[in-house]
């Protein structure tokens, strides 16, 4: 732990992340979200569906790029696959794929040494993150941690724009969750390690949330958004 | 102590190369102008009445980021003078002002897309959402900004400031022929204006007038010639220039444990006993 999880983590990273909603802008749009109540639901939701797989991927991410130099020859291809496979909403996966340019764009910045092409031009936002958080001095576990906060903290800060929502109501929300996500992210590192130890890729966490999947395909068929996703 | 092999505690890579802040040089690609301003002002007809007035000469694309609908790239189709592919929207997530100034990674993408997909690209438009007077846009976005006020926000917009006013490269204020019958008065806006940005242009504009948007049309001109003659100024150099005075992060993979902050960076901080 250290400055760079701060770095990461931080929601001003300038990777594109304010214009993602997680489904929530569609879910608010069909009333299924309108308090404090059922945005926790939707954040749950997110968290063990989503959550759980972005920080199994981000930690096996952070394992296969390696604590010292970015493994240009990893499974790279295999990651990206498996999360396609992961991910059975176009929109999610596009919304993933954006989120993943923009950050990968960043850490090409900051550690420019390393082979980042590797990672593909559009690599899913978790992949990067995962190898970036290491360039970051951080190990699988943070990457995780990254990961699964990130699924919560987006569509909160979406909540507070959409709903008018206390933003100080919504942080303590997210602060009495932070204990799951500090779980979720440990089983996600715990079962990266067991995957990249045997190399059986295919074997990665594969929770699911239809509803998300839902949202994401009717938002990409609204006419007005204020989100990307 | 060269800054390469320091040993002090860092994230970045420590690398000089720094290339995500490539010292753009101008004339490399296309220019990129960014087009903000209050809503309502008349970004999006100003765009539509370069358009119009840039087709045949210049080859260039939109970036539209309105904030709630396609609405403004449906508003340029339908001007008939862009084709479908050479416009792109933005989603801002409810923040017009950071797409284009704290985070411009979605704007960023859209601008390169449509660079790549088509080779002759020679200037991009990016139109903001509208915001306030304080609307910017990042240097990592816009090489030159422009931004639009209108007379019938009140005369008194230019004496407010705002870093929208004060900072952009051309302050236009549209809709001049409002002027009578919202009591604004023209003189006062100039003489505000000349005040609040000494050395740096304001035109006053209506499309609706005769010359329409030349004065403006002939300015991004001047700035197309300047970038594609490479005498623009290369903003993202200064940039980089003024993080060179950054101590140099040492590589991730450094053995070695804390050490001294650099020499640089100790000289740079006021101390205690300075």
């Known amino acids: ?229 | 102590m060269h800054l390469d092999h320091d040993n002090s505690p860092g994230i970045g890579s420590g690398s000089h190369h720094r290339q995500g802040f490539p010292p753009v040089v101008p004339g490399s690609r296309p220019l990129r102008i960014g087009i903000g301003g209050p809503v309502g002002s008349g970004k999006t007809a100003l765009v539509a009445a370069l358009c119009r007035a840039l087709t045949g000469r210049v080859s260039l694309a939109v970036v539209t980021n309105d904030i709630y609908t396609t609405e403004d790239a449906d508003f340029l189709r339908a001007a008939g003078v862009l084709e479908p592919t050479r416009i792109a929207a933005v989603q801002t997530g409810c923040c017009p002002h950071t797409a284009v100034r704290d985070d411009i990674s979605g704007n960023l993408d859209a601008v390169e897309d449509l660079e790549a997909a088509h080779g002759d690209l020679e200037l991009v438009i990016v139109e903001s959402g509208g915001d306030n007077l304080t609307m910017t846009f990042s240097r990592g976005l816009a090489d030159v900004q422009l931004f639009v006020i209108d007379v019938s926000g009140g005369d008194k917009v230019p004496r407010k400031g705002g870093p929208g006013v004060t900072r952009s490269d051309l302050l236009v204020v549209n809709k001049t022929d409002l002027a009578p019958m919202v009591g604004a008065d023209l003189g006062v806006m100039d003489r505000d204006a000349a005040r609040m940005r000494p050395g740096t242009p304001v035109v006053f504009l209506s499309l609706r007038g005769e010359t329409g948007a030349a004065p403006v049309t002939e300015w991004v001109l001047a700035q197309l010639a300047a970038w594609q003659a490479g005498t623009a100024v290369p903003v993202a150099a200064d940039a980089a220039v003024a993080l060179g005075a950054v101590p140099a992060y040492p590589a991730a993979d450094s053995a070695a444990g804390p050490a001294a902050a650099p020499a640089a960076a100790s000289a740079a901080l006021p101390t205690a006993a300075g």
């Not at chain 1, 608010?28 to 199994?56: C, K, P």
């Not at chain 1, 936002?125 to 903290?153: K, P, Q, S």
Request: aromatic share 4%; glycine share 10%.
């Open chain 1, 1 to 229: 732990m250290g400055a760079g999880l701060l770095l990461l983590g931080d929601s001003r990273l300038p990777a594109g992340g304010h214009a993602h909603s997680g489904g929530l802008e569609n879910a608010v749009a069909r009333g299924e979200v309108h308090d404090l109540d059922t945005l926790t639901d939707f954040l749950l939701g997110r968290l063990y569906g989503s959550g759980a797989v972005q920080g199994a991927f981000a930690a096996c991410a952070a394992l296969v790029a390696g604590p010292y130099a970015l493994d240009a020859h990893g499974p790279w291809a295999e990651l990206d696959t498996e999360l396609d496979a992961r991910t059975p909403s176009a929109p999610s996966r596009a919304a993933s794929r954006a989120q993943g340019r923009s950050l990968r764009r960043i850490a090409r910045a900051a550690w420019p040494e390393e082979p980042w092409t590797a990672l593909g031009v559009s690599p899913h936002h978790a992949v990067v993150l995962g190898a970036a958080a290491t360039r970051a001095r951080l190990d699988e576990r943070e990457a995780a941690v990254l990961a699964v906060t990130n699924t919560v903290n987006g569509p909160a800060s979406a909540a507070v724009k959409l709903l008018s929502f206390d933003p100080i109501a919504v942080t303590v929300v997210l602060a009495e969750m932070a204990g799951h996500c500090d779980q979720v992210a440990e089983e996600a590192a715990d079962a990266a390690r067991t995957v990249h130890a045997d190399g059986d890729w295919d074997r990665l966490p594969a929770w699911s949330a239809p509803g998300l999947d839902v949202c994401a395909e009717l938002h990409a068929r609204e006419e007005v958004v204020h989100f990307a996703s």
